[in-house]
Each structure stands twice: as structure tokens, then as C-alpha cells.
């Protein structure tokens, strides 16, 4: 297991069109989350499954945005329509059970909308 | 107001000197509270976590947390050039919503 793993790494796309990101957890983990962070802030939270009920959205999450975890294993964020302020990192996060103790996040996506 | 507020940085220290790192968070309900290192470019890698009014050492690292206050600061010893880095403190309402502070940047002069 090498941990929470992210793909792809850098996405470039243009204004409009949709992009999907894919995040693997770490295997016995249950909880995988969704954090946002633009430059020079922390992470913001914007979603999480527990198995493959997403259990929570921010309101950060528009209607372009959205997110599965099919079977309880990898999850997707797929963004519709995409336009410049979504550019971002787009982080992957996952625990076991509670978040109590922290999570392991995943090496990020790099979005840039041009 | 923010829910967790650091000190703004840039914090340059010079090498072998102690780096201080201070936190703030508004809601007394918060139950732990993180200290995450991130380079530049790379995603957050956890260093401490404490829940427990006190201190916690780990290595060259100690957090310190005051519920009373709601106060967590961060204590780096020794600070080398590899602790250059964005400290984010972080904090956990429920048992699974983080909510970070926008970060200190700590520069490790040579």
C-alpha cells in the first residue's frame, strides 16, 4: 500500500469544458474526502464518503461539481463547465473510521483553467 | 471571524534556533488539532495531532494545546533548512470536517 494516490497529477483544460479527477484511498480506509486549497490558503473541505455514501457537501460544491465512490473503493470529483476560479488543487484525503486522529492526503491534483 | 487563525508569516529563523508557530480557533467544540507541514507545490503531510490540554513532543517537535484559551501552538527545536516549509494548523469539529488556518511560512536560514 503506498497510500492515497491521485491521478492526474497536473490537469490543464480550458474554460468550459469538463474535467475528472480520480482518487485511489488507502485500502482498509473507509472515509475518503474532497478538500479544495488556492494559493496561499489552507484547505477547504468540500465533500466525504463513509464506504460509498457521500455523507456531506459544502456549499463550496456547486451543481457543476460532483462526486462518487462507487463500491466503497476509488472516488471521482468530476467538474462540469469549468471556469477559472475552480483552478486549484484539488486534494484527496482518507481515514479509518473517524477523522479524529487525522487524515493521509493524497499528492493533489493540480487544476489550471485557461 | 475565521474559525482558525495563525500568525502571519513569512517566520525566518536561523538554523539550530527554536521556530514558534501559534494557532487560534473559534469553536469550543473542536475536539483535535493538527499541525500539517506542506512544501512548495506538494499536498499536507501530518507531523502532530493532539487532543489533550498540555504538551506533546515528538522528536524536535512539541505542540502545545490550551482548551481554555483555545490556543495550539507549535515548538520546532533545532529548526534545520529541511523545516522550511508552510506550517498549517488545522482543527476537527465532529469527527470529520478539517478546518485549516491559512498558514505560516517558515524560512531556516543557513
Known amino acids: 500500500d503506498t497510500g492515497v494516490s491521485q491521478n492526474p497529477r497536473h490537469k490543464i483544460t480550458k474554460r468550459g469544458q469538463n474535467v475528472t479527477f480520480r482518487c485511489d484511498p488507502i485500502?482498509?480506509?473507509?472515509?475518503l474526502y474532497w478538500y479544495r486549497q488556492t494559493l496561499g490558503q489552507g484547505p477547504e473541505f468540500l465533500t466525504y464518503?463513509?464506504?460509498?455514501?457521500?455523507?456531506?457537501k459544502s456549499r463550496l460544491l456547486s451543481d457543476r461539481f460532483s462526486a462518487e465512490r462507487p463500491k466503497g473503493s476509488f472516488s471521482t470529483l468530476e467538474i462540469q463547465r469549468t471556469e477559472q476560479g475552480d483552478s486549484a488543487m484539488y486534494l484527496c484525503a482518507s481515514s479509518f473510521e473517524s477523522g479524529l486522529y487525522g487524515y493521509t492526503f493524497g499528492s493533489g491534483t493540480r487544476l489550471t483553467v485557461v | 471571524q475565521k474559525e482558525v487563525e495563525q500568525n502571519s508569516g513569512p517566520l525566518s529563523v536561523p538554523e539550530g534556533a527554536i521556530a514558534s508557530l501559534n494557532c487560534t480557533y473559534s469553536?469550543?467544540?473542536?475536539?483535535?488539532f493538527f499541525w500539517y507541514r506542506q512544501y512548495s507545490g506538494k499536498s499536507p503531510e501530518l507531523i502532530m495531532f493532539?487532543?489533550?490540554?498540555g504538551d506533546k513532543e515528538d522528536g524536535r517537535f512539541t505542540a502545545q494545546l490550551n482548551k481554555a484559551s483555545q490556543y495550539v501552538s507549535l515548538l520546532i527545536r533545532d529548526s534545520q533548512p529541511s523545516d522550511s516549509a508552510t506550517y498549517l494548523c488545522?482543527?476537527?469539529?465532529?469527527?470529520?470536517?478539517?478546518?485549516f488556518g491559512a498558514g505560516t511560512t517558515v524560512t531556516v536560514r543557513a
Open positions: 485500502s482498509e480506509h473507509n472515509r
Open positions: 469553536d469550543r467544540g473542536s475536539q483535535s
Open positions: 493532539i487532543y489533550s490540554n
Open positions: 464518503f463513509q464506504n460509498e455514501a457521500q455523507l456531506e
Open positions: 488545522a482543527v476537527i469539529l465532529n469527527d470529520y470536517k478539517l478546518s
